[in-house]
Structure formats: C-alpha cells, structure tokens
C-alpha cells in the first residue's frame, strides 16, 4: 500500500488538518521530474542519432547534469507550464521556446527551497500539535492518580459506579495516549518517506541529514515522554483494578486498542467506499478496449401485477362501494366519480410503495401523471372536471411545497455536520453517555421526541439520522440488526414527537386552526395531554424493538472522544443551526417568514454561497428521498381535490350520530390511522381535521375531537410514506449504496407500533382529555 492511502487509512479523521501533507509534498517533487523529462527531450532534439533512454536513465542527476541549451517547442511549453504552476520567477518563464543550462539550475534551486520550506512548516505543524496533545494527556494522568488514590465519590454515588466510570476513564485515556502515539509515528515515518523519494529524484543524498536535524528539533520524532506515559497508565491500571498484575492489565487495554483499531480502520474503509462510489455513479466493468455496461432491472414484476390486479378491483367495484354510503346522495356524481377514481390511485399507489415493486420515487414521480389521467381533480364545486392543463399544474405545483425546502435545509444541515465531522462528535459523545445498546437506543428515542417538540419531526430524523450513522458505520456486517434498530427507533420515535407541542408538526397547527371561534387549547394544555401519552409510547416502542432486535447481544466498543479546538467553519456552522432552530420553535419568527421551509432557507444559502458546502455536495442530496416526499404530497393534493376522505368522514359521521362520544373518538380515531399512513399526517389533517370540529361542536366536546384527530395523525405510522421520519429512515444506505432498512422492515414494526400508539391514544389519551374537560 502506498503510504499516502496508507496515511488516510490510519489517521484520525478529527485531527487531519494536523497530520503532515504528503501529497502536497509530493506534488513538489514531481516537479523535479517533469523537469528532468523537459531536460532529456531538449537533449534528443539536439542530437542526430538519440539514443533510446531505459527508465533509469529517464531520471539524471539534476544537481550536476549538464544539458544541451535547446528545447523543443512542446518541452519548453510543459516546463513554463509546471514552473508558473509552482510560482516560480525564473528565467524560463519569460522566454516562449527555449530554456538554459542556468534557467534549469535557477528552477531546480527553486523548487528544492519551496520543498524544504514546505518540509519545515509540515514539521512544526505537527510538533504544534503534538506537544498541545501531551501537556493535556499529562494533565488528565495526574487528575487520575489523584482521582483513584483520594477515592473521590460524589456524595451518595455507589461504590461500585464509582470504579466502573474509573475503570473507562482509564480505558478511553490510555487508547487517547495510543491514537497521539500513533499520530507521532505516522508522521514520523511520512518525513522519513518523503526524503526517501526527494533523494531518489534529485541523487542528493540529504535524507539522513535532515532526519537527524529533525529529530533535534521536534519531540515527535521521539516520544519517549508520551510512551513513559503509557506505561505508567498501565502500571496504574493494574494497581487499581488487576491486584498490581500488570499482565493482565496490558491484556485488557491492549484490547480495547485492537477494538478501536477494527472500528476506524472499517469506519474510514467505508468513508473511503462511498465516496468512490458516489464518483462511480454507474456499474462498469472493463471489458477489452471498452467498458461494458450492466442492466440490473429495479422492477418486481409479482408485486406491480398484484397492485395493477388491487387497482383494477377498487377501480370497478368502487361504484357499487360509493352507493352503499348513507350520505352519498349529497354529492354531484362528477364528484363521486372523482372520488371513486381517487381511491383506487391510493390503493395503486399505496401496494406499490408497500412492496417497492418499483423504486419508491419512481412511483412518487408517477402521481402526478396518474392524477391527471385518473381525473380525479374538480372544480371547488365539486361538479365539474378540471381541464387537464389546470389538473396537471395543481398536481405539479403542490410538489414544490415549503415542506420541500424545509427537507432540503434538514438535509443541507446533515451535509455540514458530517463534512466537519461535527456529527461524528457527538455521536462519540452519546457513546460516552450511554455505555450500553439498549442505552443508546433509548437515549436517541428520548433525544427525537425532544426535538420533534421544539424543531420539527421533519428536521430531527435527518439530523440524528446523521449522529447514528458514525456511531454503527464501523460495526461489522453481523450488527446489522442493530443498525435497523436504531434506524426505526429514530423514525417511530420522531413520529411520536409530532404530538408534542403545537409547533412540533403541521397536523398541530391545522387543528389549531380548526378550533378558531370555539374553545382553544393553550400551549399548556397541550403538553400536558401529550407527554404522558409520548412517554408512554416511547417506553412501549422500546420494548417492542428489544423484544424484535435484541440490541443486548451487540457490544459498543469503547471510543475516545478526540476533542480539538473549533476552527471558523465550525462555528459558522454550529451558529447557523442555533439560529435556524431558534427560528424554528419562535413563533413570531416564522409568522414573519411565513413557514418553516423559508427559514430553512438560511443554511442553504450560508453553507453553500460561503463555500462551506460545494456544488458537489448539493449534488449528492438524497433527492430520491425529496421527490418520494414531493410524490407524497402531490398524492394527498389529488385526495383533497376528489373530496373522497369528506364524502367517506361525512358517511362515517351520519352512520354514528346515536353513539357514545368515545366511540364517535374511536371510530374517527381509526379512520385516521388508516388514512394518514396511505396519504400523509398533514394531508389528513387538512381534510378530516376541519370536519372532526363540525361533528365535535354537535355534540358538545370540539377540542377532544379535534386534539384526538391530531394525535391520530402523528400515531399513523405503518408505511414508509407515512410521515418524513419513516421516508428518511428507509433512505439510509450504507457506503454501497444498499439501504439498511427495506419498506417490508418499516411496514412490520410500523403497523405494530401504529397499534400499540393507537391503543394508547383511545384508552389514556381519551381519559386525560376527557378528565380535563374537553
């Protein structure tokens, strides 16, 4: 392996800035031989006979070869060329065709004095470091000994927790001590390869000079202080917890080091492979002189005939369907027709999504065009048929929503946090806090309830989808399991926070809205009703991914977290998401903007137009994922447009008009469940939402109808194109492109949990709201 790969491979990913640059250092040398091949074309332009040239002889001595003063023409273009390239203010840059026996010397002067600069600036950079690096691990050693000697409990803290935390302080300092050894060593032996190469070009013979000139300024060229250190931690460890044993107490250091070693090495490995593939956009293999290309057909042709067959089915028994219900009378039959056409693209729609008989944003992408053909749009009267050029711009149009900018801003955020390693931070900082998987699990579940409530369930996935994923990408293959269960934890519990505040999603607001000019519910009232059901739900949602996935057989590798100062595009970034939240939960912030999407407009616009963010990174957006939302959301604009969930919630209304109110609840409570996981929570909402208001207002309780509809909504949850947090979930891949989690995955645990939320909901969450009298 070329020590350049061999650099990426073993550094830590945090401290990169401060490792020596190899490659820069390189590029200058090859100067040398771009000159030294000018030199030899000039010569074989002056000679009548040239003599073929073997590969060692391609490669003169530079300091004391002496060549003819004639270049050809192309030669002494490629030397300007490399030599403007290297700022270089010589001779040969003013003269167009030719070069001298002295511009040769001047340059090659030149260049070896910027190689040399260059060397010492690499070289005090990384001593900078590394001495920055050792006074603080000297410091955390003392405050050890100190700690373990004093036996400094807090009041009250087990005797036993005590020496457990002990225990991993230890653990994570020593592998620390490891990783700056490490980063000595590295370094130390890219100076070594550098010089190597420098004298193999050049014949100068200066590498053994200028390692020993380094070796007498830099102390990482010889850590004995740091490797003093090690031992003594050793020593220490041993004493404190082996019986003095120091063995024993290498063994099991030295193993955790084997585990850190296995985590980011397969970590990086698999940064390095989606970065490849993400250049690769295609599957090629080389085959003689050309590349063949391969054909992997995407369709499953069992599920889009069992969808057509499903389609077909709604579409022709709809008629006899529709007349069976009691208020259908009350609709002109152009809307009833509508409405008929409506339901059988949802039945489509939703077996195509359920068995992902084709791409899921392939589908997404066909709604629109179903829509028109279907006619299922109609006029705000609902008796005639839009014109197909008005259907086609309504069902275009509702795809560019500001629900897509506030997903493009989520996902530029994500962008930044994983570019700056920010992400990778605080996941290293979540497995510090939670030293078990189940811990994990349950610590990111609380985490997406949390800030669903403040940002939006929209936002939260992709940001702890972008914490989680550091956190498992070294894992081996047989973790697995473990990775769809953090993925699902995120999505359900994401989901779950929906409910929590009245600013925590869409469907929120919109019922807000539909109490105006009838008794409100305050901010206070709300949270009151919701964090106990979420607790609840969370705590159950847990259980039901232990009991699935059995985190507990999985093992976290002990991770030292690699603190270093923030630079500015740090801050910048960290600064344009405290901002952007901020807005996000101050209300009057976003009844200025008007929404959330034009709020997330800001980091689109700081990341990108301050160069944080590249055209690249834009680019490798997941808008699959964008379009499958966008496909969803033009779905639920074709639903509203038929009024089928009116005409069905109007039938529903007149058949219970003699019903107890929690039955009226529960019913309507159920129709929700399952309309909102086949369209959308906010599309539902909009439609059914307003209706719950009218049917709650008769009888007397508009603020339990409405805030239970709500709540329904965000407890829907059964297929992938449900809500944003099951969306963002199955678009995770891995770093070949593979996703973690197939919508089979989502659907099991998604009806399951949908249950367990909806029981929830009509037992306790009745009583709640009913006991404090709405």
Known sequence: ???????????????????????????????????????????????????????????????????????????????????????????????????????????????????????????QRVEGFYVRMEKELERISNALVRHATNGNRKDGED?????????????????????????????????????????????????????????????????GKLEAMKQSVEEEFARCFWSGDVDHAKEELRE??????????????????????????????????????????????????????MFLIVLLASPALFDLLPNISHYHPVNVYAAQRSLSLVVLVSFLWATEAVPLYVTALAVPALSVILNVYVTENGKRLMLSGDAAKLAVSSMCSSTMLLIIGGYSIASALSKYALDKTVAMYVLAKAGQPSQVLLLLMLLAVFLSMWISNVATPVLLNSIMLPIVQGFSAHSLPFVKCLLLGIALSSNIGGMGTPIASP??????????????????????????????????????????????????????????????????????????????????????????????????????????????????????????????????????????????????????SDSSLWMVSTVFSCFIFIVSSATSHTVSAIIIL???????????????????GALACSCAMALPVSSFPNTAAVSVENELGKQYLQPSDIVKLGVQMTVICASVLISCGFGIMYLMGF
């Open 507 to 656: 469907q929120n607001a919109i019922a807000l809205s539909a109490l105006e000019g009838m008794q409100q519910i305050s901010f206070l009232q709300w949270t009151a009703i919701s964090i106990p059901l979420m607790l609840l739900m969370v705590i159950l949602g847990h259980a039901l991914l232990m009991f699935w996935f059995r985190p507990g057989k999985f093992s976290l590798p002990i991770i030292p977290s690699h603190v270093e100062a923030f630079t500015a595009p740090h801050y910048l970034i960290l600064g344009t998401v405290a901002v952007t939240i901020t807005m996000w939960c101050w209300k009057p912030a976003v009844a200025i903007a008007g929404s959330e999407g034009i709020i997330a407009c800001l980091p689109i616009l700081v990341f990108y137009g301050s160069g944080l963010l590249s055209k690249e990174d834009f680019n490798n957006l997941p808008w699959n994922v964008i379009m499958l939302v966008a496909g969803g959301v033009s779905l639920g604009s074709a639903v509203e447009a038929s009024k089928l969930l009116r005409i069905i919630g109007g039938a529903i209304s007149e058949s219970m």
């Open 690 to 708: 307003p209706l719950l208001a009218e049917i709650g207002a008769g009888i007397g309780h508009p603020r339990l109808m409405v805030m239970g």
């Open 159 to 223: 005797r036993t927790i005590f020496y457990t935390s002990l225990r991993r302080r230890y653990v994570e300092h020593y592998l620390e001590i490891a990783e700056v050894l490490n980063f000595a060593e590295l370094n130390k032996t890219g100076f070594e390869k550098i010089m190597k190469k420098h004298d193999k070009v050049t014949n100068l013979h200066r590498k053994d000079d200028k390692m020993r000139e380094l070796s007498g300024k830099y102390s990482f060229t010889h850590p």
């Open 1 to 123: 392996m070329k020590f350049s790969k061999q650099l990426l491979y073993n550094a830590v990913a945090e401290w990169r800035q401060y490792y020596m640059d190899y490659g820069g250092l390189k590029k200058i040398i090859s100067k040398f031989k771009k000159i030294q091949v000018a030199q030899l074309e000039g010569d074989e332009s002056d000679s009548d006979n040239p003599k073929p040239k073997t590969d060692d002889e391609a490669l003169p001595l530079l300091a004391s070869s002496v060549r003819s003063p004639v270049l050809n023409r192309t030669a002494s273009a490629q030397v300007l060329l490399d030599l403007e390239e290297a700022n270089l203010d010589t001779r040969v840059s003013s003269r167009m065709y030719g070069a001298t026996t002295d511009d040769f010397s001047d340059a090659i002067e030149k260049i070896e004095t910027i190689f040399f600069n260059q060397l010492e600036i690499n070289a």
């Open 256 to 309: 955790s080091l084997r585990e850190l070693v296995i985590w980011e090495r397969n970590t990086i490995w698999r940064d390095m492979l989606q970065s490849e593939r993400r250049v690769n956009a295609v599957v090629a293999k080389k085959a003689g002189q050309g590349i063949k290309r391969y054909w992997m057909p995407s369709l499953k042709p069992v599920p889009v005939f069992v969808s057509v067959i």
